[in-house]
């Protein structure tokens, strides 16, 4: 495994580790914290990034961002400051002390056993549109099977990735749907924006269009990426021709697990948005185009045009689960492959003459 598949992946070895740990987890909950230290921890502590950085540059007082990735305890935070290496001595006992603990992607964003006596806040990595939770981790199980998962996630809750506290939902609609979502931990659910967005900036860039589709796994038809981007029309010759003559900017963003997948010698590498961090600069594109990613949300957050392309919309939503309402906003309101989604985001850049780019005047695209 490389890249982030390297932390996201919890082979059966890990798992056996962590759980020996459990009487770590005990001796957190017993040793007082320190008042006003605070953790923050994102992408099973591959990077820093997501709400928990937002919220770490936005927090005063004692703070670490934790990292379990070596490499990063080197870089800058942008300040003074740098992650520290979960595994050092420092890091163990801050750890350990700390009073709170934010995390976006789960309690492996650090040593889970360390942090187990803080008060644990899961920002989470966005808003859901799809299922998570034991209704999609556990889909497949028996009912049997799932009723023991249950048993002992609660009994040896130190072992599960959505142990928490608290959970920040920035929807007071979707509350509901993050009381099931954490139903084995059952944090109390608060009302609040998410870090990413509170202070963002819109510094919209017409004519920039981001394609930001979520991640599939095997079990989906379209789980290599390249098939995806053949069904939902990006090879078209008519789709390659619109965004030449108006001169629109098509970036695509693949979810993380499918960017580290991606050959560097791919023909689309030119066009592939590899940044560290989307958000920081999401506010620069016209519009958006994704699927079941909770892109959609953030765009809701900051104002900025949004537009569904699923074309595997009932499989998806056999396979992992999609909000009921979402399938139905997804099912009435979604395009039918990216030449769709685009005509309306090029309408609205284009001036009253029709003219593109290049100055030439263009066929009335609403009538195409």
Known sequence: MSGYNRYYKKPILNKIFYFSLGWLAMVSKLIPKQ?????????????????A???????KGRKYFITRNKSL????????????YAWSVKGMLVQLFAEKSFYTHGIYDFIPSLIWGSEKHNLWHGVPLKEIGPAADWRYNSRFLKKIKALFYRR????YYMACDYVYCPFKERVEDYKRYFSISKPIVMVRKQPRNSSATVNMSSRK????????????????FQELLKVVGFYDPSFQVLLEEYGITFVIRPHPIDLARLD????????VDRSPDLYEHLGSYQAVITDYSSIYYDCLERNIECYFLAPDLDEYNQIVGINSELFKKIKSEGKDNLLDAVTPIVLNA???SGKGNSGKRFPNLANN
């Open 264 to 271: 560097g010698a791919d023909e689309i590498n030119e066009i």
């Open 53 to 59: 950085k937002y919220l770490y540059l936005q927090t």
């Open 350 to 352: 284009i001036d009253s």
């Open 156 to 159: 040896f809750n130190y072992m």
């Open 35 to 51: 008042k006003g230290l605070y953790v923050f921890g994102s992408m099973n502590g591959y990077a820093v990034a997501d709400n």
């Open 209 to 224: 269009v981001l394609y930001a589709p979520t991640f599939r796994d095997m079990r989906s038809s379209l789980a290599h």
């Open 73 to 84: 305890a080197q870089q800058s935070l942008g300040t003074n400051e740098r992650p520290l």
